[in-house]
């Protein structure tokens, strides 16, 4: 366990309950806002966690990314969701270990990220209901644009999310890491 500056460590049982509030504040959130096609806060969400939180919002991310297959069922994107929220949080919390706080590349790093996302999103399923054959790279092209419109609206979302409360949200979360004392 890590000891924080004040002296105080959590128990076993703090710190489960941390990640699992974590956990299940971004499913609901996703939850919440499901109806609106690619309108997201777990990009958000995450990032908060990651970057406050450090590794427990790393393993709130893989605990979250656990929870969805119990709720949707298994599916491709079961793979990207394994490789992509917890990145999220990793990178994140990396540049809350540095203190960065520039809005301007906050919400470029999460912006970028999100067209990592849909490109990765697009791999994966062109591979796994496509297969890779000779016409993979056709089919990925013609998949991607398929998707262009949804992904779009998935990185305007979070420009937009970032760049207007990512700053105060995170203010919001420190505060509240200093009253649990962690």
Partial sequence: MKQPENGVRLSAARMLALVGVMAATVECGKLALSFLPNIEIVTLMLALYGYVFGWYGVVSAGVFVCIEPLIYGFGSWVITYALYWPVVAAV???????GLKNRWILTASAVGMTAILSLLSAVIDTAFYLGINENYFAN??????????????????????????FIYLLDKLSYIKRLIRM
């Avoid at 994140?92 to 540095?98: D, K, P, S, Y």
Wanted: charged content about 5%; aromatic content about 22%; glycine content about 10%.
């Fill in 92 to 98: 994140f919390m990396m540049f809350g270990r540095i």
């Fill in 140 to 165: 990925l092209g013609l998949y991607y644009v398929r998707g262009i419109v949804f992904y779009a609206v998935q990185i305007a979302c979070n420009a937009a999310l970032f760049s207007t409360v």
